[in-house]
Nanobody, 124 residues
Framework: QVQLVESGGGLVQAGGSLRLSCAAS????????IGWFRQTPGKEREFVAA????????YYADSVKGRFTISRDNAENTVYLQMNSLKPEDTAVYYC?????????????????WGQGTQVTVSS
């Protein structure tokens, strides 16, 4: 059974940092793109960042560019999202997802496996 499990969320003050992890089990995703998305109640799911298997293909939403860094450890089948200079508007449930297709997508429908999400709350 394929599973993606996020961890590392929590409560942090504005300006602080968190590191999210997305651990995959059931199959290897070393050749697949992994993306991070976030969602707040009443809003649509929003793309945050994505990384291709080659690490050379990395994309960020404009809202997080320069503050968030996505990386992957294929040996550990894990993808990370380092979040620095956090703002209250970064508060959301963060989800990681695996894209079994070709390329690195920025749209949710391009992803086939999803984790259960981890809550990130940034206080002002």
């Amino acid at each position: 059974q394929v599973q993606l499990v996020e961890s590392g969320g929590g409560l942090v003050q504005a300006g602080g940092s968190l590191r999210l992890s997305c651990a995959a089990s059931g199959r290897t995703f070393s050749k697949n793109a992994i993306g991070w998305f976030r969602q707040t109640p009443g809003k649509e799911r929003e793309f945050v960042a994505a990384i291709g298997w080659s690490r050379g293909s990395i994309y960020y939403a404009d809202s997080v560019k320069g503050r968030f860094t996505i990386s992957r450890d294929n040996a550990e089948n894990t993808v990370y999202l380092q979040m620095n200079s956090l703002k209250p508007e970064d508060t959301a449930v963060y989800y990681c997802a695996a894209n079994l297709g070709i390329g690195v997508g920025v749209r949710g429908y391009e992803y086939h496996y999803w984790g259960q999400g981890t809550q990130v709350t940034v206080s002002s």
